[in-house]
């Protein structure tokens, strides 16, 4: 089910939303302040982020912000505060928030918010061409190219290459990647890495320099090259 992280310091909204939420399968995480909230939100996977504006540690605007522009994480934003000017959403809106909801809100229009959020998010993911230096891929056409040079790819090679160019430069956990790929029905554990190696012979054995890295105990991350 969604995955959504709650970065909120009012404990009786987070519980609020906990008791709306959790009875329909969602699952998730929450952080007190902005400090601890940018851990979770670079280091997991969400397909929501539920943000407060005033927050201890960093406000919501700049944790939004740095999301963006250092982790280029691209997770559904949905804004969450007392501020209701036309100068205040657009400030939301300018840090990248993607949506925006003053408090006191209903429950019910928040999950309506939240699944338009992933749905758009979702329907964006396969149908866009993803980019990372000379490396590209058209997802409407399952083609992959380097240098111009095509990449002949199994269909599970091109899901976890799709998945570490979305996430890239972020590095992505073995556990998130294989979500990514496979979701709940993940195979025996070499199988990840059997699919990795046959990656690489594609991705960077023809190359000067290579673009999968292995972070031993961390995970797996796309650089440029």
Known sequence: MYKILIIEDNPDIVANIYAFFEPKGFELDNAHNGISGLALASSNRYDVILLDVMLPGMEGTKLCQTLREKWQDKTPILMLT???????????????AD????KPFSLVELEARIRALIR??????????????????????HSVSREGQVL???????KILQALMSASPRVVSKAELEERVWGEDIPSSDALRTHLHSVRQQLDKPFASPMLMTLPGVGYQLVPA
């Open 99 to 102: 949506d925006y909801l003053v």
């Open 152 to 158: 002949k790819l199994t269909p599970t090679g091109f």
């Open 120 to 141: 758009r998010h979702q329907e964006e993911y396969f149908a866009q061409t993803l980019s990372v230096a000379s490396l590209t891929m058209n997802i409407a056409t």
């Open 82 to 96: 007392a501020r209701d000017t036309i100068s205040d959403k657009v400030a939301g809106f300018d840090s990248g």
